[in-house]
Every structure is written in structure tokens, then in C-alpha cells.
């Protein structure tokens, strides 16, 4: 269901802007009455658009205040290196997000950790779960942007 109308594209809007709102004030936000809009909701959980529904907490708040943005190059690219590599950062929740990449490194791998030591305390364990080639670490200073919301209602149609 990638063929969103612009009803459609509002209502994940304004649920990716705030998904505790009620169905009322959605449906008044897109210019449906309830049921419909109630009924698109469920259509768009039943074809996977919409994912899931989350809060945001800051992460200092919480304790992991150096987000660490890692490169990694593999050492081969066999599927069992893959499969390894996919467990490995699996069981680390300090990894919140992986890509496979095109170009220098093979993966990029966001990581919220609490300070410099329990990072290396995180490089060890991966390191040691899966050979690696090379890793290269960038660490950030400040969070500039942030943002979970992509701008569907913005797309030309």
C-alpha cells in the first residue's frame, strides 16, 4: 500500500506527530468523521504502513547521553558472516539502529550508550562476538535535528 491518498498521507502524519491524539481530533484534523477515519487507521495497520505506535524519551534523560555513530567493514561478505553479524547486534540493545550500506563501510550502526566507557565496554563485545575487518567510530557532539516523522503530507502529488 504504497499508493497513499491524501487523506491517507494526513492521517500518518498527524499520527507520526502524535499517535496518542484521540480518533476524534484526527479525524476532525483530516476531515472525516470518526468511523472512516478509524476504519483507514486500521487499513493502514493491516498493510504495514503504520508499524507501531511509541514515545519518544531523550536519551540523557535516560542515561545514554553519547550517541556514537560506528562503521563497520567485514571481513567477508558470506551469508554465515551475515547471519552472525545480524545475532550479534541483535542481542546488543545498546545498537538502536543498523543499515546495510553501499560504499566505504559495509554497516552503520547507531549506538546510545551512557558515556565513553560503556561504549568500549559495547566495541568488546562486538568485536568479540563477530570478526570484523575494520571499525570506525564517529561520536557526536550535539543532536541538531531529530526527527521519527517523515514528511508524507508534504509530497507532491
Known sequence: MTDLDLIDRKI???????????IAQIADKVGLSQTPCWKRI????????LTGRVALADPTRL??????????EAPNHSADWRDAFANAVDTIPEIMEVY???????Y????SVADMMAFDRLYKRL???VPIKN????????????????PVDTLAR
Open 108 to 111: 552503520l550502526l547507531r549506538v
Open 12 to 22: 500518518v502524519a498527524e499520527l507520526m506527530r502524535d499517535a496518542t491524539l484521540p
Open 42 to 49: 486500521q487499513k493502514l495497520e493491516a498493510a504495514g504502513v
Open 127 to 129: 568485536t568479540g562476538a
Open 63 to 72: 542515561g545514554f547521553g553519547l550517541t556514537v555513530f560506528v562503521g563497520i
Open 135 to 150: 571499525v570506525t567510530s564517529h561520536f557526536a557532539m550535539e543532536r541538531i535535528k531529530f526527527t521519527t516523522a517523515y
Open 100 to 106: 546495510r550500506m553501499a560504499g566505504e563501510v559495509d
